[in-house]
């Protein structure tokens, strides 16, 4: 069993940055990959970043390439997403993701639905033209 807690998401204006934070506890967090996804109203849930056990190989979707960047700290067993050059329609609610044993973080990049077994609460971000 995996609990993953977000914290971090708000309203800021277009241009600016958040960094989103989850907090895992459970299984041994240098296992496995994370990753974030988004809904916003109406659509479904997309992939937006995922890492690998260790950190060495991250993924990202092509609308925040450049802009968002995935981290973790195994030893605090926290990943981090900071957003930076928020858009308007980067507005939506972000979850935390963790898989189940033996997928990769590629694999949480590219697979429809998405193969996580575990999602956070989810944490509002809301971006303001």
Do not use: H
């Not at 977000?6 to 958040?18: D, I, K, Y």
């Not at 998405?114 to 989810?122: A, C, N, R, T």
Request: hydrophobic share 35%; net charge positive; glycine share 10%.
């Amino acid at each position: 069993q995996v609990q993953l807690v977000e914290s971090g998401g708000g309203l800021v204006q277009a241009g600016g940055s958040l960094r989103l934070s989850c907090a895992a506890s459970g299984r041994t967090f240098s296992t496995y990959p994370m990753g974030w996804f988004r809904q916003a109203p109406g659509q479904e849930r997309e992939f937006v970043a995922s890492i690998s056990s260790l950190g060495a190989a991250t993924y990202y979707a092509d609308s925040v390439k450049g802009r968002f960047t995935i981290s973790r700290d195994n030893d605090k067993r926290t990943v981090y997403l900071q957003m930076n050059s928020l858009k308007p329609e980067d507005t939506a609610v972000y979850y935390c993701a963790a898989p189940g044993l033996g997928t990769t973080a590629q694999a949480m990049s590219i697979k429809v639905p998405p193969p996580v077994d575990y999602w956070g609460q989810g944490t509002q971000v809301t971006v303001s033209s």
